[in-house]
């Protein structure tokens, strides 16, 4: 089954966490753990990658915490696909002519790349901004366990 993973949807998470305030602006780390149910663990894992690429800062100290490292508009969900996972693939038969014994004239492998090139596009042309805005428009985050379920809900 094909299907976001847990450190995709957290690394989303923190980056719109981030993006929902004003550029620059700086967070605790456990302000964003508290407001988007992200686990400690995950959350350090995802920071280190984050950082990594540049999508984020991070700041030790009492004054300390995480910001973007660039505005929300120049970030787009396949920048941070790449930050958590990788480049996006849908099939190793995409990664290059020959790596499959079947490729020439394959029908499936056309197939895959024109899917793979419909999700990336859509990767592509989703920003940060464009999701910071449609959060900032819900009148309010269900507290706690309640947003754990409605993704929950949602995701299925």
């Known amino acids: 089954m094909f299907r976001i ?3 995709m949807d957290y690394s989303v998470r923190v980056m719109l966490c981030l993006a929902r305030r004003p550029f620059g602006a700086r967070l605790p780390t456990q302000a964003i ?7 400690r663990p995950y959350l350090q894992r995802i920071v280190a990658d984050l950082s ?7 700041f030790p100290g009492t004054n300390g ?13 396949r920048n941070i ?14 990664k290059a002519p020959g790596v499959c014994p079947l490729d020439t004239g394959c029908p ?17 042309s989703t ?19 309640e947003v754990e379920k409605a993704l929950v809900t949602s995701a299925d």
Not at 65 to 77: D, K, N, Q, S, V
Not at 82 to 94: N, Q, R, T, V, W
């Open 5 to 7: 993973n847990r450190k």
């Open 33 to 39: 753990q508290n407001e988007m149910l992200v686990p």
């Open 52 to 58: 990594r690429v540049g999508l984020i800062r991070t």
């Open 65 to 77: 915490g995480l910001e973007l490292a660039r505005p929300a508009y120049a970030i787009t969900l």
């Open 81 to 94: 696909w790449e930050a958590a996972e990788g480049i996006f693939l849908i099939s190793d038969c995409l």
């Open 108 to 124: 499936v492998r056309k197939r895959w790349g024109c899917l793979q090139a419909i999700i990336v596009r859509e990767l592509e």
């Open 127 to 145: 920003t940060l901004e464009q999701l910071a805005l449609e959060a900032n428009e819900l009148v309010a985050l269900p507290a706690g366990k």
